[in-house]
């Protein structure tokens, strides 16, 4: 918490001498006191949703007539709500893309904090932790860093809300979720995570946080371990809602 004003303090020295670029585009832009940035046009482009109507249960995108959510017809979601940024489509897609790689973590960083002013600072839920989905040590390695973690340190920055990076584990390794088919996914999460820091969790609302939501079948695994761990309550942030799997 008390790195929060250093590191502001530090962009905005690094900002007199070198022009910020968008993190998407690499185009200058202006700087703002939290770090790496988004130009106002990819900005934009990320909030893809025209209608701008998402289920309020698992966060599928909705035409504004509409009331029921075909997934939530299909899907039991443990979570209480699932908060996005927008669909996974056009820009939101490739900034996925881009995230799986180490040069995108100021990306993940730059999205966590747009998805906290452009839709997490509206909701009506105060949260104790923010709690990053962890990824398979094989992964963090590949990668060189975790998404999710990166994500929840870039809402951090702008909400205040302190972050437990370390508050599940995976119990085993998982494969990757979006090489398989649909009924496959559940089987492949099913008891994959572990809470740990339980004292700290005990009737705390959690934001659970990830880069994507498809299936929600991650999502649901790691709600079901945080609520067996103590926590009251769990709503799932990320940064972008898949409609087909
Ligand atoms: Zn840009
Ligand atoms: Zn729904």
Not at 116 to 128: H, S
Not at 150 to 173: F, M, N, Y
């Amino acid at each position: 918490m008390g790195l929060y004003p250093f590191n502001r303090f530090l962009h905005s020295l690094i900002n007199l001498v070198e022009q910020p670029v968008c993190t998407f585009c690499q185009k200058a832009t202006i700087a703002d006191s939290f770090g790496p940035h988004l130009c106002q046009n990819c900005q934009s482009l990320f909030l893809n949703h025209k209608e701008g109507h998402f289920c309020k249960r698992c966060a599928f995108p909705l035409a504004n007539f509409q009331n029921s959510c075909p997934f939530c017809l299909e899907t039991k979601c443990r979570f209480q709500s699932a908060i996005t940024l927008g669909i996974y489509q056009d820009s939101l897609h490739q900034a996925t893309l881009k995230m799986k790689k180490l040069s995108g973590q100021n990306l993940a960083y730059s999205l966590g904090k747009l998805l906290y002013k452009k839709r997490l600072q509206y909701i009506d839920t105060t949260f104790d932790y923010l709690v990053p989905i962890p990824v398979s040590y094989r992964k963090w390695v590949t990668q060189g860093y975790q998404t999710a973690a990166q994500i929840g340190r870039g809402i951090a920055a702008v909400s205040q809300i302190p972050l437990l990076p370390k508050a599940l584990r995976l119990t085993r390794e998982i494969q990757k979720q979006a090489l398989l088919p649909k009924t496959t996914r559940i089987q492949n999460t099913k008891n994959a995570f572990k809470p740990f820091y339980t004292k700290r969790l005990q009737d705390k609302s959690i934001l659970l946080v990830d880069d994507i939501l498809t299936t929600a079948a991650t999502a649901n695994e790691a709600t079901k371990a945080l609520l067996h761990g103590g926590a009251r309550s769990v709503v799932v942030a990320t940064i972008c809602r898949a409609t087909i799997s």
